[in-house]
């Protein structure tokens, strides 16, 4: 079982950046971990992925001003936003696969004020 719980949104000013954090319990073999956000009336998209082996695959939206990361030491996933606009407002949801199957945090508010 893998417990994520995401932390760090809030409201922002449009151009300003804010620090997405997801803490990991369970962690052991977890081969990818990724970023999704969902905004009202619309599907759940890729922000970012990243592999256990460092790779990472971006989505349009963020590519250029989104970077995801983790720290093993802390097992930890963060996602680093910079040049937000109001279109990125949603709900920022982590996720983790291990062994075939998903895990989902509850989900963090980033609102960007015009």
């Known amino acids: 079982q893998v417990q994520l719980v995401e932390s760090g949104g809030g409201l922002v000013q449009a151009g300003g950046s804010l620090r997405l954090s997801c803490a990991t319990s369970?962690?052991?073999?977890?081969?990818?971990m990724g970023w999704y956000r969902q905004a009202p009336g619309k599907q759940r998209e890729l922000v970012a992925i990243i592999t256990s082996g460092g790779r990472t695959t971006y989505g349009d939206s963020a590519k250029g001003r989104f970077t995801i990361s983790r720290d093993n030491a802390k097992n930890t996933l963060y996602l680093q936003m910079n040049s937000l606009k109001p279109e990125d407002t949603a709900v920022y949801y982590c996720?983790?696969?291990?062994?075939?199957?998903?895990?989902w945090g509850q989900g963090t508010q980033v609102t960007v004020a015009s």
């Open positions: 369970g962690s052991f073999d977890i081969t990818a």
């Open positions: 996720d983790a696969v291990r062994r075939g199957s998903v895990y």
